[in-house]
């Protein structure tokens, strides 16, 4: 009952090439070479494995985007700490660099202003607690092992004061460098934390085991960009000012904001610049009390509000390297999805294509 003709297996068998992706091509036949190379690495594994890997990618892309939103929310809570201490912490210089200019005719020792030659020097050193920040952490201990080899150049003894776990496991690791103390900040920098510190700083200084007292942190300059610096803390500037090592004034009064939006379904951000003006200090005001005392009951204020506004500004660095960490990592895992997604469809294809062509060579068989 079997019936061959030629013409149901020439339909055959072109229907077979058609569907063979190893079958050489003839001489006749022409070559289509792709529009643009594959930029896909090549993926040995099964599609079972295919679908494990990208529902796995899938799920760190959902973390990582929750991660950055959080990252987002708290920047802008810890900038606006920044921003709101600010009129104090400058107001307060304004009225240090007036006490002392009057001062300036008097012959009065005050421990904390008084410049005495360099011997040692001590540094306090902010980092982050926590990783998954880029690398926020790395930038500003490489910061301060360049100032620690400064230091040894010029023949200076220094003192390390720690603040921050990152920070503190790094400098365990290297029993060579002197500690002093280590410290763990919060989740959201206070002043009783800043106290800690100020308090630690201010024995040092005036029982003369240092000479001088350097604050090394990330200053927070927008979502994309922060700056470790370095500035001189004590003793504290005949003007009050607030500047580093070179002499160059770190501070700023401008400032960014930054605000949760939606866009298209999609959360972003959108950033305003903020200005924060500070009342002049009257020319005319005069002080009851003696100018020696205000300035010992001033002085504990100034080292706190410094301390804890480079605290504050630290943080809010840290939440802005995690946010962009975490959109790297996000944008990451949205195009290995892409690829893992690309490559286990074409596995899925090559397989039932194969087993077509198993079913056509057993057709085949039979006729």
Request: hydrophobic residues 40%; aromatic residues 6%.
């Amino acid at each position: 009952m079997w019936v061959s003709s030629s013409k149901p297996e020439t339909s055959s068998l072109s229907f077979s090439s058609s569907l063979n992706p190893f079958r050489a091509p003839s001489h006749n036949s022409t070559v289509v070479s792709p529009s643009r190379p594959s930029s896909i690495a090549p993926v040995h594994c099964g599609l079972r494995e295919l679908r494990d890997r990208i529902d796995s990618v899938k799920n760190t892309q959902k973390i990582t985007e929750a991660m950055k939103l959080v990252a987002a929310a708290k920047v802008r809570r810890a900038q606006e700490a920044v921003v709101n201490g600010r009129p104090f912490s400058e107001t307060l210089v304004e009225v240090l660099y007036n006490i002392n200019e009057q001062l300036q005719t008097d012959d009065i020792d005050v421990p904390l202003i008084s410049v005495r030659p360099v011997k040692k020097v001590a540094l306090v050193v902010v980092t982050g607690d926590r990783g998954l920040c880029g690398g926020f952490n790395n930038y500003i201990i490489k910061k301060a092992e360049r100032r620690i080899a400064e230091l040894k150049e010029l023949g200076l003894e220094y003192t390390v004061i720690s603040v921050g776990k990152k920070g503190n496991s790094y400098f365990l690791r290297r029993p060579y460098i002197p500690v002093d103390k280590f410290l763990e900040g919060g989740s959201l920098p206070t002043a009783k934390e800043a106290q800690a510190i100020a308090d630690d700083v201010f024995s040092l200084f005036v029982s003369e085991e240092v000479d001088k007292v350097e604050l090394l942190y990330t200053k927070f300059v927008s979502l994309v960009k922060s700056d470790p610096v370095i500035h001189t803390l004590l003793p504290l500037s005949p003007k009050g000012e607030i500047c580093d090592i070179n002499g160059v004034c770190v501070d700023a009064a401008e400032d960014e904001f930054f605000r949760l939006t939606t866009k298209e379904g999609k959360l972003t951000l959108e950033r305003d610049v903020v200005r924060t003006e500070t009342p002049q200090f009257s020319p005319i005001l005069q002080f009851e009390q003696d100018p020696v005392q205000i300035l010992d009951a001033l002085l504990p204020l100034y080292l706190n509000s410094q301390i804890l506004r480079a605290l504050q500004e630290s943080l809010a660095s840290e939440l802005a390297a995690r946010m962009s960490a975490m959109s790297n990592a996000t944008d990451n895992a949205s195009e290995l999805k892409k690829n893992l997604s690309i490559v286990y469809n074409r596995q899925r294809q090559a397989k039932i294509t194969g087993e077509i062509l198993e079913i056509v060579a057993g057709a085949e068989a039979l006729v």
